[in-house]
């Protein structure tokens, strides 16, 4: 089995292959100050309650966003699978050009979910990844990472609402019936996510028209869920596109 693992700011999200069927995923919160010792057994834990043994793990994919945690999780790795696992970073062989000003720069998660866009639809697309950050991701028809943008994710733009106003609340992430609002929570979210959707349909507008034709577009990243229902611009919505990215890249180091 191969286990892909992506250390996000907010979340370490896991995936496992049993060939090239995903069998399973689990997520747990992102703490920089755990020990080799802590991720171990947190990961340990996570995997008896899914009745999978650390011997059924054969190879291990790493890609991290969050370096402090590295040298940790990858000794977790070692101690629980006694396995080197595959660091997705520049240098390794991924099947597309990155083409941005500086390649070093981009982020292995960006990495992944561009490698399985490409792969799903055999050409040109965007990926848009609704996570921490919302990223914007274009691959041109020749496998060409050229152009990513960044936005803050929707959990910023919601929480950054309640965290610097002395009365607002928080609220849940929903999107009211309409934007009509009547009172503070429903003002807050129609806010929220209209705004959000707002947004999100006004980069993508916009990279079309500067690119100057229509290609596919991928929803992917677990906030990916909110935004995806209220707009025709995205063709699919995969939430496990990056453990599939991974998987490949796996495959082409092999």
């Given at each position: 089995m191969l286990l892909t693992i992506d250390v996000g700011n907010t979340n370490i999200s896991c995936g496992i292959f049993d060939g090239d069927k995903l069998i399973t995923t689990f997520r747990?919160?992102?703490?920089?100050e755990r020990t080799s010792d802590e991720l171990a057994l947190q990961i340990h834990s996570i995997l008896e309650v899914r009745d999978i043994h650390e011997?059924?793990?054969t190879d291990v994919v790493l890609a991290s966003v969050v370096p402090n945690i590295n040298n940790d999780m990858i000794s977790a790795i070692r101690q629980l699978f006694d396995v080197?696992?595959?660091i997705i970073a520049a240098g390794i062989k991924t099947g597309l050009k990155i083409c941005i000003d500086d390649p070093k720069s981009c982020g292995a998660d960006l990495i992944a979910v561009a490698?399985?866009?490409?792969?799903?639809y055999q050409g040109e697309c965007m990926v848009v990844d609704f996570g921490t950050a919302t990223k914007f991701l274009y691959v041109d028809e020749k496998g060409r990472f050229k152009y990513g943008i960044i936005s803050p994710?929707?959990?910023?733009y919601a929480n950054s609402l309640w965290k610097m106003t002395a009365q607002l609340p928080q609220v849940q992430l929903k999107k009211p019936e309409t934007i009509l609002a009547k009172n503070t929570v429903h003002s807050m979210q129609a806010g929220i996510v209209y705004g959000y959707i707002g947004l999100s349909e006004g980069i993508i507008r916009q990279i079309k028209k500067e690119i100057?034709?229509?290609f596919p577009i991928i929803a992917t990243g677990g906030l990916g869920r909110y935004i995806y229902p209220e707009t025709d611009l995205f063709d699919q919505y995969d939430p496990d596109l990056a453990y599939y990215g991974m998987k490949l890249i796996y495959e082409k180091n092999r």
């Open positions: 747990f919160i992102t703490k920089q011997s059924q793990i080197q696992p595959l490698v399985a866009g490409y792969d799903k994710g929707l959990e910023i100057g034709h229509d």
